[in-house]
Structures are given as structure tokens and as C-alpha cells.
């Protein structure tokens, strides 16, 4: 073991400082030292997406960063993209067209889909489901989270419209 | 008062009951996150076990040396068969009857087996302690065929060397485990003997895995100064757990509390005990402290229950304008190194003899032989009722044989072998009570809406055009129509470790008008908290959204059998249902007693008890429930709860029409599912948006397992498949939209007449794409091919029938 590293990460908006080995993956210095246990691990290949978070504004697998390259970074996590009585319009939606069962696969999925929609603000179908495809259900068959992420761009596009 | 009473209808949508598409509970916390998995519990001082797991195959453990790793920093403890041994736990009883060992005994029996189990710090000193444990193994013979099993000199389990009697009867060969017989085969032979026609296949239900996004773990808390237990797991049945953990360890059951928290998806792969599990209490025992056990993706795959695996041989007979007249099938199961099958006690092939499918079939002979090999141990139901994935793949594909061998269309062969409406309650040849179906009406609304006689037309066209060189990809029409056989079930038939599958609900009504419900049973995913609080909200009139639902903590939940192959709704439902019709008699005679006449004198109406023919003088269950605990009734005891323990009178049967449009590329092999159509039939429909949800996902993880998704193994008996990077999880790029429909058959057996769906689409969807894969060939020779039919394959069977030339 080698000597541990001084950490510094703000997550959903409060910072932390900690000391991690430099082999620590974010994953678990995020679901152990930190106790944000929204991101989940589903895999030790990088396929699954459970682990997704948002490190400076680009979706990461975090098992598949170290927790030392995330040093300084601004991390989003499930945790910070709605508030109990301020949901994001990501969570209704979910829930409004069932697109998660289990849960499991959840937090990785509405992180991800934060930035879809930001990657591409008005998505075609196919373009949805390119862009989840590094995150797997094992229980939904995605045809409802599909669904739920069309619902909110098409939502935001016509406010945007009428704003407009 | 009387003119603010709502009407009817109004106060029954509020009370979100049967059959409203009910937004579900569960999940506020899971989409912010704030679901509570095994792996997010975290106690005080808790430790982290890791196994040292077998590289070989089969081996012999020659020696274990632990100093190196015990000298590591962190390190707690390494344990070995040799430290379980004085306990008696190195070797523990499997649902089957079997026994498996805990850890590596003497020797290993497949890749990945426990052989030391090392208790650290934290998880990255535990992974660095397991790669320093040195084991020295000598290598034996492998065996990873079954037929080669049966055969072989070697000895795979030495522990039964010379038991010609297993748990279910006799053994033939040292490396077999049963032989289990259903029907006349006598009978059967001489139909088949006799008949004009008869169509013979061989098929392999591949080996593959449930796979559920979160793998399997415990924590465990021995408390040495209560003597108490805690153990958190992924547990689809935590009584069984108990139960089980009770008679491995010797604590009294009333000291353990097991706890399934939120399960991240279970399909199978939680309801066997692990060596994990064992291996987390011991730990615990022996360090004083809780210590926890979660599996990574890799040994799941590897050493935790796998699916299938079944070799079946089908011989089905009849008359030459199609009317079958018998079936004869035989099965070789492999179950690998321990009969580790999570099958009711007395079924050792689970539900295998529901193989006579949706077709009145007067004759019948089912044999399955069981047999050890070289390979994980198991043999789970993933996302079935026990073993009817792979009896539903094999009628439907010996239906679609017998098509070719008549030269007739497969829907219609379909047609005039159902059986008929009028025969329900239905016996069939191997023993089976249908409690009620309507095939002939699914089947004609499948097929009329699809364009069946339209889609057999551009396929033919189709065909044409490839010949004719204008295009180089065929069309498959994929049909199944598949009968589930769900809710394990009656006492008299069905029973784990000799604990009868009944199932429990008990309800308190509090005061003002809210509840509790506690049941037997747990949620993965299907949203128990939601529905069970619908079942309720109908039977008890108050609203779902005042009723909680409680599942999952031994301490608090009356005693349930568990939640797979589909049994929640059948059984822990009707357990509800009934626990709800006794709050309800008692709330009656409260009810009559407040408006002062007699009990049968008042009637229940959607949320009250009013007098018959004075609607205005009513009392409502909120009322009720008020008076129960704040008033003295004569003859009555105070407060409103209710407990049922419900034993099914039989199983139910749900049914489902499929039908699959796929487009095939000869040259990639890549085939493109043009349109999914599924029309289940699951009774009462109690959440038609959570049936939909269901009906997606079974189809999707049938998707998986028809078209690329299995547990390969190569002769040493290394796996080939043992992460996602080879083993095929669809992801949505390669998932279609399904269409649903559904007809409405209720069981007539069943309190509220519900079925049970979760799996349906599962053991329905697996022969529908493969189906529709070899449909697509049918035209160039193709009679059967093995699943599953990855694009490698597809492109091979094109290849072997020359359409490359
Ligand atoms: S845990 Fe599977 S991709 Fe990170
Ligand atoms: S909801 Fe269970 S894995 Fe997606």
C-alpha cells in the first residue's frame, strides 16, 4: 500500500476533504467515506452505468476513474439533481411512466439523462437510446425510461417555445 | 349530509383499487436515490469478507496456507472448511435436498467454488489478503458434459460414493442425481407407435444466468451480548433464511432477524443460500463483529445460481390432418457440482411436466434424469415458475417441428390442438389441474391483430425476392402461445425444506383510518408496496395511499415462503385479500352496532357499511376504525387487525398469445425484431401500468437469453461468459418497442381472481424470437437449431443451408 493522498472533491455542492489511496475508485470513495450511496456498483467492466455520475459536467463511470484523477472536480451525483420538495423533472417523469422497477439501475440513468438532454436538447428516439446505452436494466426493458426522457425533452421544448 | 356524499364511482377511483394504473410508492426514494440496498448498509466497526475462489474446474485442495495473508495488515481472519468444520457448517443443505459444500472440502467441483473466505478491514485489504492465501490444488479429470458425466469412470461427488438411493430415489451412476417420471410412458409408446405421424427433435435449453443489475450479498451482526442475530441480505425468501440460519447455526430461530432491504432486481438469483451468506454469520460469530459480503459481477456469474441447462429430446405423435395424440420427452439436467435446484421439495424438475403446454394432449410421459458435473451448482428459476421456461420452449418448438413434418401452418396446427374453453378445469395427461382459460379468443385477437394472413404473405414474397437475388434479408414469424403454471402453491404439493408454500398478510387498521400490512413476501422491482396496498384498499375501503405495505424483516412480517416464480400476487395477494374480507366482518358487526341494527342488516359499499335500503345511514370505514378503539362494543374485542395464512387450493394459470416480426440479414446474422406483439392473460388486472412494466422487462430478458445471452464453459471448465463484456445484457440501442394487449380470464380459485404476471412474458417471449429466428429459415430446410441465436450462429445456419452460396 502506498502513502494516502490528500483529496479534495465538491459533491452536489458541499465540499469534502479526505484521504484516499491512490488506487481508491470514486465509486466507492463517493459510497464509503462520503456515504453517497445514490451511484451503485452493477459490474467490474465499465458496462453497466449503476456507478454514473457527472464529474465537471461529462457523465463518468465513476468504477472506472480513480478517485485521485477526480481531485478538485465538481461531482453531481443523484443526491444533488433534485430536493425532496423540489423534485427534477427527470424524477417525475420516471415515475410518472414507470421506467424503473427495481431502482437499482435508477440514480445512474436520470444522472445520465441530466446530460443527454443537455448534450442534445430535443433528442429523436434513436438518439435516446444511443445515448443510454452505456447504462443497463435488467428490469424494465428501457421502453418506459425511454419514454420518461422524451416526455421531459418534448416538455421542455414547448416552455422553451412558449417562452419564446 | 346526505347530498355531500360522493357518488359511487368517485369514492371507489379514490380509493385507488383494483385495476387503477396507480403511480407506485416505491418510488420517490429510488429515483432520488435514496434506496436502501444491502450493499449501502453500513454498521459500526463492520469488517469485509472476500473469497479465495477454485481456478480449476475440479480439483483436489491439496493444502491451504493462510500465514501470509493473517500477516497482512488489516486482516481479521481466514477461514477455511477446516474452522467451519467444528461448527458443522462447512458443508450445508440446498433446497433440493443435496448438500453443498460451504468451503472447499477436500476438493472443488467447479470454477469459482468458495475455497477460503477472508475477513479484512475493508474490501481492498480483503482482495489483497485472498490473492495472498496460497492454496495448492492437484488438478483431476473435468467433466462439463452430461452424457459424458454419466459414462465416466471418475467420481465427481465423493462424499455420495455408494449411495445408490438419493433424496429423490434412485441413483443409476455415481455422477447421477435423480430420475423423475411423469404420466404413461407405456401408454405414450404405443401411441406413438401406432400414429400416422410422428416428429422427433433434440434441443439444448442453453446454461445462462438471472443476471439481476445487483449481485448478491449479506451483512452480518452478531450481537454477543443479546445473543441476537442480525442478517441483512439479498433474500427473496428471508423466512426461508431464518429458518435455515436457524438450523445451520443452532441459534434459536427467535434470535435471528433477517432483513431484506430494498432488492436491486431478483429474477432467481436470491433465493438459494449462498456460501456468502454462511460464510458472513460465521465471520461475524467468530470476530465479534458485523461483517459484510457482497459478490462482484464476475462471481456472480460464476458461482451463483445459474438458469437452464436442460438437454430434451421430444417425440410428439398425431393425426395426419393434426390433431396431436401424445408426447413423449425426456430431459438430462444439468445441475453441476451440487443439486442446488431451487425447486419445491417434491419436484426435483420443478413444473418440467406443465410440458403438454396450452394443447389438449390425451397421453403423455415426462422422464428427466438429473446429473453432476464440473459446473456451477443450481439451477434457478430466472424470471419463471420452476422449469417452465424450458417446458414451454420445448412444446412450442416441437410444435413448430410438427408444422414441418405436416407441412401445415404453425398457427393453425396452434388452433385445433388447444384446449377448448369448456374443458376447464382441465386435467392433463402429466397431472395438472387448468384452472381457467380462453385460448381460441386470445389467440384469434393475436393473430387478427398482427395481419397474420398478411404477414405469411410478405414473408412468402419475401422469400421470392431473396431467391430472385432482389434482397438479402428473410423474414421470420415468430409465434408462441405459452401457459404459465404459477403461485407454488397448495401445502399438499409444494413445499421448501418441508415448510408448506403457503403465504401471510396481516393488517392493522390504526384509529384514524390508516393501516399497516405486513406480508410474507418481497419486492425486487414489481412494486409490492404499491399493489398489495390496492388489493387492500378494494377489500378494506380505505384508500391505497393510507394503507402501507411492510415486507422483508423476519422480526415484524408474519412467516412467507417468498417471492418467485410469480407466487406473490397468488398467494401472498390472496392472503391479503382474505386477511382484508376479516377486518371487513368485524368492521361489519362494528357497523351495525353504530347505526344500531342488526349485522346482516347493513351492506358494504365501496368505502362504508350502509343500511340495506337507506344508503343515508351509513357509517364509513374511517368511522369504523375510530370506534373500534374508542368505543366499547358489546361482545366484541377492542381494535381492528387481522392476520391470514393463505394455502392456494391450487396453482394458477396465466397464458399469453406472442407473436414476433423479425427481419434477418444472412450475410451479418443480425436480426432486426420489426414488431413485438404480446397479449397476456393474468386474471384481475390489479395495476395495468405495472403489468405493462412487467410485460417489458420479461420480454427484454427473453430477448437476452434467445438471442445472445449464456453461461458458456470450455472443456477445462473455465468460464467463457463470466462478465458483462461476454455475457449479453441488451442495452436500449438494442432493445424494440413492444405492443401489449390482454384478455381477462380470472381464476376462479383465487380471492380476487388475479393470476400473476411477472414471468409470463419471460417463458413466453424465449421460444416467440427463437421461433421467429428459425421461421425465418423454415422455407430453406431449417427444422431446429440451438439457441441462443447470436448473430455468429445465425449467420452459421444460414451458412450451413447454403445461402451464402
Ligand atoms: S459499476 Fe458497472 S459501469 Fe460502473
Ligand atoms: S429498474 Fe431494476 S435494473 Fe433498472
Known amino acids: 500500500m502506498s502513502d494516502k493522498m490528500h483529496i479534495k472533491l465538491n459533491v452536489n455542492g458541499e465540499d469534502h476533504e479526505f484521504l484516499a489511496e491512490p488506487r481508491d475508485l470514486l465509486i466507492y470513495a463517493l459510497r464509503e467515506k462520503l ?39 465538481e461531482i453531481t451525483t443523484i443526491e444533488g439533481i433534485g430536493q425532496p420538495d423540489a423534485l427534477h423533472v427527470l424524477q417525475e417523469s420516471f415515475r410518472e411512466h414507470h421506467g424503473l422497477q427495481c431502482g ?9 439523462a441530466t446530460k443527454l438532454l443537455e448534450e442534445n436538447a430535443n433528442p429523436t428516439e434513436e438518439e435516446v437510446r444511443f445515448g443510454m446505452a452505456g447504462n443497463i436494466c435488467r428490469c424494465t426493458g428501457y421502453q418506459n425510461i425511454v419514454k420518461s426522457i422524451l416526455a421531459v425533452a418534448s416538455e421542455l421544448n414547448s416552455a422553451k417555445e412558449a417562452a419564446q | 349530509m346526505n347530498d355531500l356524499t360522493p357518488d359511487r364511482e368517485e369514492r371507489s377511483a379514490g380509493l385507488k383499487g383494483l385495476g387503477c394504473s396507480r403511480k407506485r410508492v416505491e418510488d420517490a426514494r429510488f429515483t432520488q436515490g435514496k434506496g436502501n440496498y444491502v450493499d449501502d448498509v453500513k454498521l459500526p466497526g463492520m469488517l469485509h469478507g472476500d473469497f479465495v475462489r477454485s481456478p480449476y474446474a475440479h480439483a483436489r485442495v491439496v493444502s491451504v496456507n493462510k500465514d501470509a495473508a493473517l500477516a497482512l495488515d488489516g486482516v481479521v481472519a481466514v477461514l477455511t472448511a477446516e474452522d467451519l468444520a467444528p461448527l458443522n457448517l462447512h458443508w450445508m443443505p440446498t433446497l433440493a435436498g443435496d448438500k453443498q459444500m460451504v468451503l472447499a472440502d477436500g476438493k472443488v467441483l467447479f470454477q469459482g467454488q468458495e475455497v477460503a473466505f477472508v475477513v479484512a478491514r475493508d474490501r481492498y485489504v480483503a482482495a489483497d489478503a485472498v490473492e495472498l492465501v496460497e492454496v495448492e490444488y492437484e488438478e483431476l479429470p473435468v467433466i462439463t458434459d452430461p452424457f459424458e458425466s454419466l459414462k465416466s469412470d471418475v467420481v465427481l461427488r465423493e462424499d455420495l460414493a455408494g449411495q445408490t438411493e438419493g433424496p429423490h430415489g434412485p441413483r443409476k451412476h455415481h455422477n447421477h442425481i435423480f430420475t423423475w417420471e411423469q404420466g404413461d410412458e407405456t401408454a405414450t409408446n404405443q401411441v406413438l407407435d401406432g400414429a400416422e405421424v410422428v416428429a422427433t427433435e433434440s434441443m439444448y435449453y442453453h446454461r445462462t444466468h438471472p443476471c439481476p443489475l445487483e449481485t448478491c450479498g449479506s451483512v452480518a451482526s452478531m450481537d454477543k451480548v443479546n445473543g441476537k442475530l442480525t442478517l441483512w441480505g439479498t433474500f427473496q425468501a428471508p423466512h426461508v433464511v431464518r429458518t435455515v440460519a436457524s438450523l445451520l447455526s443452532g441459534i434459536e430461530e427467535h434470535n435471528i432477524r433477517v432483513i431484506s432491504p430494498d432488492i436491486g432486481g431478483g429474477f432467481g438469483n436470491k433465493v438459494g443460500v449462498y456460501p456468502g451468506y454462511v460464510c458472513s454469520i460465521v465471520a461475524s460469530i467468530v470476530t465479534g463483529q458485523p461483517v459484510k459480503w457482497v459478490e462482484d459481477r464476475m462471481e456472480n456469474l460464476m458461482s451463483t445460481a445459474f438458469a437452464r441447462d436442460y438437454w430434451m429430446t421430444g417425440k410428439i405423435a398425431a393425426t395426419k390432418e393434426g390433431k396431436i395424440t401424445g408426447l413423449h420427452c425426456h430431459v438430462t439436467a444439468d445441475h453441476g457440482g451440487f443439486d442446488a435446484c431451487a425447486d419445491p421439495t417434491k ?195 380505505l384508500s391505497a395511499d393510507s394503507i402501507t405495505i411492510e415486507e422483508g424483516d423476519t422480526d415484524t412480517a408474519p412467516y412467507g415462503l417468498g417471492t418467485y416464480g410469480s407466487r406473490s400476487t397468488p398467494v401472498a395477494g390472496a392472503a391479503a385479500a382474505m386477511a382484508g374480507r376479516k377486518i371487513r366482518a368485524k368492521a361489519q358487526m362494528i357497523a351495525a352496532y353504530l347505526l344500531e341494527v342488526h349485522d346482516d342488516d347493513v351492506e358494504f359499499d365501496v368505502d362504508r357499511f350502509a343500511v340495506k335500503g337507506a344508503p343515508e345511514r351509513f357509517k364509513t370505514m374511517k368511522d369504523i376504525a375510530y370506534a373500534a378503539y374508542n368505543q366499547a362494543i358489546p361482545g366484541l374485542e377492542p381494535g381492528l387487525e387481522a392476520v391470514s395464512y393463505y394455502d392456494p387450493p391450487n396453482m394458477t394459470y396465466p397464458f399469453g398469445a406472442y407473436v414476433c416480426v423479425m427481419d434477418i440479414d444472412v450475410d451479418t446474422g443480425v436480426p432486426e425484431i420489426r414488431r413485438f406483439y404480446a397479449l397476456d392473460d393474468c386474471g384481475t388486472r390489479i395495476n395495468p401500468m405495472i403489468i405493462e412494466g412487467q410485460v417489458h422487462g420479461g420480454l427484454t430478458e427473453a430477448l437476452a437469453v434467445a438471442l445472445g445471452q449464456e453461461i458458456s464453459y470450455d472443456k477445462m471448465g473455465n468460464v467463457k461468459t463470466g462478465t458483462l463484456m461476454d455475457f449479453f445484457l441488451p442495452t436500449a440501442w438494442e432493445v424494440p418497442n413492444y405492443e401489449t394487449d390482454y384478455t381477462v380470464t380470472p381464476s376462479p380459485h383465487h380471492p380476487i381472481g388475479a393470476k400473476g404476471v411477472g414471468e409470463s412474458p419471460h417463458v413466453g417471449g424465449v421460444p416467440c424470437f427463437s421461433n421467429a429466428v428459425q421461421d425465418a429459415f423454415r422455407a430453406f430446410g431449417l427444422r431446429h437449431t440451438n439457441m441462443p441465436h447470436d448473430h455468429w450462429r445465425i449467420w452459421q445456419t444460414a451458412n450451413d443451408l447454403g445461402l451464402h452460396e
Open chain 2, 347 to 541: 419436484f426435483p424438475a420443478g413444473f418440467m411436466n406443465i410440458c403438454t403446454g396450452s394443447y389438449d394432449i390425451p397421453v403423455a410421459y415426462l422422464g428427466v434424469d438429473g446429473v453432476y458435473t464440473n459446473k456451477a451448482p443450481g439451477g434457478v428459476s430466472y424470471r419463471c415458475s420452476f422449469r417452465v421456461t424450458e417446458a414451454v420452449y420445448f412444446i412450442e418448438r416441437m410444435i413448430e417441428v410438427l408444422a414441418i413434418e405436416l407441412n401445415m401452418d404453425a398457427a393453425e396446427l396452434r388452433r385445433i390442438n388447444f384446449i377448448k374453453k369448456e374443458q376447464f378445469p382441465y386435467q392433463s395427461a402429466l397431472g395438472w389441474e387448468y384452472d381457467s382459460g380462453d385460448y381460441h379468443t386470445a389467440w384469434d385477437k393475436a393473430l387478427k391483430t398482427v395481419d397474420y394472413e398478411g404477414l405469411r404473405k410478405e414473408q412468402a414474397d419475401r422469400v421470392e425476392a431473396f431467391k430472385r437475388g432482389e434482397t438479402r434479408k428473410l423474414m421470420g414469424v415468430g409465434l408462441s402461445f405459452f401457459t404459465e403454471i404459477v403461485g407454488a402453491g397448495p401445502v399438499k404439493n409444494c413445499d421448501i425444506l418441508g415448510m408448506g408454500m403457503f403465504d401471510s398478510c396481516e393488517i392493522r387498521i390504526h384509529p384514524t383510518g390508516s393501516a399497516v400490512a405486513r406480508l410474507g413476501t418481497i419486492s425486487q422491482g414489481q412494486g409490492h408496496a404499491t399493489t398489495f396496498a390496492q388489493i387492500l384498499a378494494s377489500e378494506i375501503g
Open chain 1, 35 to 73: 456515504n453517497i450511496t445514490g451511484p451503485h456498483v452493477g459490474c467490474d467492466t465499465s458496462h453497466c452505468g449503476a456507478c454514473t455520475v457527472t464529474v465537471d459536467g461529462k457523465s463518468v463511470k465513476s468504477c472506472t476513474m480513480f478517485v485521485a484523477q477526480a481531485n478538485g472536480a
Open chain 1, 104 to 112: 437499482f439501475c435508477t440514480p445512474g440513468m436520470i444522472t445520465r
